[in-house]
């Protein structure tokens, strides 16, 4: 019984399997003459019986007897021998039988018919003896291989790696090799006989509902019946296997069912293996589409992309459906186009390893970008070529990195090539490893002769090489930048060089050597030491002359006192005569007088505050101001109080935008200034127009601007930095009074403060006055 129940059904046949028939018989000389020499010794023993007998038989059936013979050799000779045996027979009877004996001759027709049924005869029984024979050694061989074949198919059966359950035409067990043994955890011989739904349990994996017995529904449609997946089987022990395979119908010769064949095989393997395979692409994916360089599959006879990742649509700024319809030498720029795609078919036909390209591309928007192409070849088993993986790489920015290195390279070098300046390296032993043109020449050596050497080996003077080399290993040592003095040169020609040597440290942080820039500084050397010695010169003639304007300064200073006592003892006893004659004797002096005194009361009021401000601001030209953290709140609440008669004398109008904020300044001098900005304010305005005045603060970053604007009568443009100065006035005295030095006050206060000062046009009409001073700190 042959059977493959993947691709067909059992039947029932004579196997061509190992146990071959014997082979056939040689015929070789040995053979012929044993069975001739059997047809002969047998016609002889039948001879010698016939004779033996020839008294009881004399002449009668001389043939029959020798029948035996014939058949006899027949059996053992087959045909031809049963002939030979035939024909000695006939002429044994002939010759010792009939008579006359021991003649060859035939006299009577009776003998003549004789002969001719004994040879009808003889050679109908040495046919029938020699097919008969035949077939029974050809029934003999069949079963041999019969029972060869079965062994062989038994064997092969146990043999087989995968499940094989063989039942009868009703679906009883008849058969189970070791696979399936241990799948279904039954041994054969306790379950042959058993129906098969109660050894091969098999149940849905998803819903565990029992299945369809396979036997019943081969045996129903006689046909091959392959097994639902995400089948499971229930072993014995409870174990489960997830199985996969077919069950089929043996049939016989004439078709019938005689059984069915269920081969199944353990997935649990296979399975395994899928899910391992599914991870493993599904990596691949994840790799491939992760990647941080851009990759793809292409086709090797046009270079069309297959496959893409992201980050390729990121370089060539394309989508991946518009990748698909490309080639990727279309991306390549035209000039690098031709010898990129020739390279890449070399190594396709296997003239180079791989093929590798730093070319330039063209993107979507058109932009030019550098990439580094790298393409591997994938081959089957055979080396044959199937496809490309390409990988892309985005070296735009390395590219132009290298070029900038290499442009700030030649710069540095042009640099220290021409700078006179000497620029050097040097290694951790204090060997030089670099030295510019300048650093040659102050050494006295070419490019050659230096580099490799310590200073010691070419100082002039063994001290200063001793010098340099202490400064070389406290740099190297401390690992900090050092600046010094170094001197080096032969005696009377030594040159002094301010020189800072910072370490030269390794990719992991260990100094490894210096780097040093010294600038030849002996003229510097000299001008400062002349510098030196004309600042003490200088320093002297300073002293002497800070103590004669300190002398002059006193002087002046007491001459200012000794000028304002004198020049207000008049001014008082004037004011003081006037008021006196205008109280006592008003009545009796005309009307002219009376305005001749009130004329000499106000000129002296008028020169009494003239002096007072000038005095003030001599002050502050010579009086040392401490600036101080002032709240402005403060100092224009002082101010206010200090002028509430004067606002309220004029009527005035004044406003404040509360906070003003805190500045540095001196709060006395501050005071005077806001005053006078004040006053002016609600003095400088047109008869008969109520003043109006508004105070606030901007905050201008490290600074603090206070304005106070008036509705005043303005100030032209061509005046505005005029009114600022000492003893200028705009407007005659007896329209407005004042000294003309109040302003110039202000300028000098703000100033002395570390301030400013000015005016501009009030937008509604009027000035807007303003002075900025330093803010305080932390605000």
């Not at 109080?641 to 540095?664: F, K, N, S």
Request: include cysteine; glycine fraction near 8%.
């Amino acid at each position: 019984m042959l059977y493959d129940a993947r691709t067909s059904s059992p039947v029932w046949s004579t196997p061509q399997a190992s146990a071959s028939p014997k082979p056939p018989r040689q015929r070789t000389g040995k053979r012929i003459l044993a069975r001739y020499g059997v047809a002969i010794a047998a016609v002889a023993v039948v001879t010698a019986i016939r004779l033996a007998l020839a008294p009881l038989l004399e002449e009668h059936s001389p043939f029959l007897v020798f029948t035996l013979a014939v058949m006899a050799t027949a059996w053992y000779g087959g045909l031809r021998a049963a002939l030979f045996a035939m024909v000695l027979a006939a002429l044994s009877a002939t010759f010792f039988i009939l008579r006359p004996r021991f003649e060859l001759g035939l006299s009577m027709q009776v003998v003549h018919a004789q002969l001719a049924l004994f040879l009808f005869t003889g050679g109908g029984l040495s046919y029938l003896t020699d097919s008969l024979h035949r077939a029974r050694s050809r029934a003999e061989i069949a079963e041999r291989k019969t029972q060869a074949s079965e062994e062989w198919l038994r064997v092969t059966l146990r043999s087989i790696g995968d499940g094989v359950i063989a039942t009868d035409e009703v679906g009883r067990v008849c058969f189970m090799n070791p696979s399936a043994e241990k799948l279904t955890g039954w041994k054969e011989a306790d379950v042959v006989g058993w129906p098969l739904r109660e050894v091969f349990r098999i149940v849905g994996e998803p819903d565990r509902e029992p299945m369809e017995d396979p036997v019943t529904k081969v045996l129903q449609e006689g046909s091959v019946v392959g097994l639902a997946n995400h089948t499971l089987l229930l072993a014995r022990d409870g174990r489960e296997y997830p199985i996969s395979d077919s069950g089929a119908p043996i049939l016989d010769d004439t078709g019938r069912i005689r059984g069915v064949v269920l081969v199944f095989q353990d997935g649990t393997t296979k399975r395994e293996a899928a899910r391992r395979l599914a991870a493993s692409e599904a990596e691949f994916r994840e790799a491939f589409e992760r990647a941080g360089v851009g990759e793809a599959q292409v086709d090797l006879a046009t270079g069309r992309f297959l496959r893409v990742n992201h980050m390729l649509c990121e370089i060539t700024g394309c989508t991946a459906d518009e990748l698909a319809t490309m080639t990727f030498p279309e991306v390549t720029h035209p000039d690098n186009r031709a010898a990129d795609w020739a390279r890449f078919q070399a190594t396709v036909r296997g003239e180079r390893p791989m093929f590798e390209s730093e070319t330039r591309y063209v993107r979507k928007d058109g932009r030019e970008i550098r990439v580094r192409v790298t393409a591997t070849i994938i081959r089957n088993e055979r080396g044959e070529p199937l496809r490309a993986m390409v990988v892309f790489q985005d070296v735009t920015e390395r590219v132009e990195a290298e070029e900038a290195l290499q442009q700030r390279k030649a710069l540095l070098r042009a640099v220290t090539e021409a700078t006179s300046d000497l620029i050097y390296a040097k290694d951790a032993a204090g060997r030089l490893t670099l030295a510019n043109p300048s650093t040659l020449h102050a050494i006295g050596r070419t490019e050659e002769e230096a580099i490799g050497r310590r200073d010691v080996d070419f100082a002039p003077q063994a001290e200063q090489g001793r010098r340099i080399a202490e400064l070389d290993r406290s740099v190297m040592t401390s690992g900090r930048e050092v600046t010094d003095e170094e001197e080096f040169g032969p005696p009377g020609a030594v040159r002094t060089y301010l020189t800072t040597k910072a370490p030269l440290r390794d990719a992991s942080g260990a100094v490894v050597g210096l780097v040093g820039v010294s600038r030849d500084i002996t003229a510097r050397k000299r001008a400062e030491e002349e510098v030196r010695r004309l600042a003490a010169a200088l320093e002297q003639r300073v002293e002497e002359r800070t103590r004669a304007l300190s002398e002059a300064n006193a002087e002046l200073e007491a001459f200012s006192y000794t000028i304002a006592h004198d020049l207000r003892a008049p001014v008082r006893n004037m004011h003081s005569l006037a008021d006196a004659l205008f109280e006592d004797y008003a009545e009796e002096l005309p009307a002219e007088a009376r305005d001749y005194t009130q004329r000499i009361v106000g000129a002296a009021v008028r020169m009494d505050n003239l002096i007072k401000d000038l005095l003030a601001y001599a002050r502050l030209a010579r009086e040392a101001i401490r600036p101080e953290p002032l709240d402005l709140d403060s100092v224009l609440t002082d101010v206010l109080g200090q002028m509430r008669p004067e606002i309220r004398e004029r009527r005035a109008e004044v406003t404040v935008a509360w906070p003003l904020g805190l500045v540095v300044a001196h709060r006395t001098t501050l005071g005077q200034v806001v005053t006078n900005l004040l006053g002016n304010a609600i003095k400088f305005v047109q008869a008969g127009k109520k003043p109006v005045a508004h105070v606030y603060a901007e905050d201008r970053g490290d600074r603090v601007r206070l304005w106070v604007e008036d509705n005043g009568i303005g100030v032209e443009p061509e005046h505005r930095e005029r009114i600022f100065r000492v003893f200028e006035r705009l407007h005659a005295q007896e329209a407005y009074p004042g000294t003309g030095i109040g302003l110039a006050i202000v300028r000098k206060s703000a100033e002395r403060m570390g301030g400013s000062c000015g005016v501009e046009p009030n937008p509604t009409g009027g000035s807007r006055f303003w002075i900025e001073l330093p803010k305080q700190e932390g605000v």
